[in-house]
């Protein structure tokens, strides 16, 4: 392999709280090795585009604690031609990039896999995205923070669902998973999670409310993962609405609320640790494979693996929020 002298760095899809933490660990871990950095705006429409800056170790100052990304992020249509990843990779040779290290969710590894396949680009994936649904690694950066804002918010929530008596489905992100919603109603003491990893059909709804709202609860809130597979919120509100008119059912989407605000202390430690075992990873001479944690450890999953979708709910947690809800 090619003697890497230059690395280029880019966040891509989704922003996470700690990209930023990530940002500056990998920028810093380089330099310390002797190498240099170039940042990328923009994810991969910045490579195509050509928008690709010089970074110092102070350029990353002072951003430990920000939410967001300092290099921005952009979805690109055109990094899924043949066309657009062939100008990406001419700008890398361009800029003298030997490498590259890039943070993001599934859509932003799936991206890195294709093109170091037909380019032979050395990269190293670190995982930021709050869904926590990327295999082989037990945390991705920003869900712990992205589970306390929804904490937070429920908490708050609990206040007006007491009062008035109410049902609350509060919608949270997962995309495909429902790690944000079911750990975030174990940790606010929701009486339901609805995920796409348990079908939850009329019959779960009905045992809910004959069976913990109605019997020994004047209040409830539901947690409910942004996914076609359970109806979404605003679905299951319109059911009780139809099915059970006596009760007050109320929605609140919390949205992007729970991509922004500084990141927890648990989310910059494991951005920085991710950020300098990416750089570890390239000396190394690992190639096309994703940091992960697992059991407190760094290890290197392949790309292939990172984004088969494998990654299960542990079945023990569903029944917790049974067991914890009566």
């Known amino acids: 392999m090619k003697k890497i002298k230059c690395i280029g760095l880019l966040t891509s899809g989704g922003d996470s709280p700690g990209m930023n933490a990530a940002i500056r660990a990998v920028v810093r871990a380089a330099i310390y090795n ?21 970074f110092r170790s102070d350029s990353v100052s002072n951003i430990i604690q920000r939410g967001g990304t300092i290099l921005k992020s952009a979805r690109c249509d055109e990094f899924r031609t043949a066309e657009g990843r062939r100008t990406a ?13 890039i943070i993001g969710g599934d859509g932003t590894i799936s991206g890195a896999r294709t093109f170091a396949e037909e380019f032979d680009v050395p990269i190293v994936g670190i995982p930021g995205t709050i869904d926590n649904d990327l295999s082989g690694t037990d945390l991705t950066i920003g ?26 489905f509060v919608e949270v992100m997962g995309h495909s998973a ?12 929701a009486e339901a999670a609805i995920i796409p990893e348990s ?12 069976n913990g709202f109605r019997k020994s609860k004047n209040s409830a809130i539901v947690l409910v993962a942004e ?29 992007h609320l729970q991509r922004g605000g500084s990141p927890t202390a648990s989310d910059r430690i494991l951005a920085s640790r991710m950020g300098r075992a990416a750089i570890d990873a390239l000396i190394e001479g690992q190639r096309n494979v994703m940091i992960g944690i697992r059991n407190g450890d760094m ?28």
């Open 34 to 54: 002797g190498w240099q950095v170039k940042g990328i705006m923009r994810g991969y429409k910045g490579l195509i585009r050509n928008e690709i800056e010089d």
């Open 199 to 210: 079908t939850t059909g009329k019959d779960q709804l009905k045992e809910l409310i004959d």
């Open 299 to 326: 290890v290197y999953v392949p790309f292939t693996q990172a984004i088969s979708r494998t990654k299960t709910i542990r079945q023990s947690n569903v029944e917790l929020v049974k067991i914890l809800s009566i």
């Open 227 to 255: 996914n076609p597979e359970t109806g979404g919120a605003f679905g299951l509100a319109e059911r009780v609405k139809a099915e059970y008119p006596q009760y007050d059912a109320r929605v609140t989407i919390l949205g």
């Open 143 to 168: 869900y712990d923070t992205a589970l306390n804002t929804i904490v937070e918010a429920v908490d708050k929530l609990r206040d007006t669902a007491t009062s008035h008596e109410r049902l609350f």
């Open 89 to 101: 990779y001419e700008n890398m040779q361009k800029a003298a990039i030997d490498a590259l290290v």
């Open 178 to 189: 429902g790690y944000l919603a079911l750990n975030g109603a174990i940790a606010s003491g």
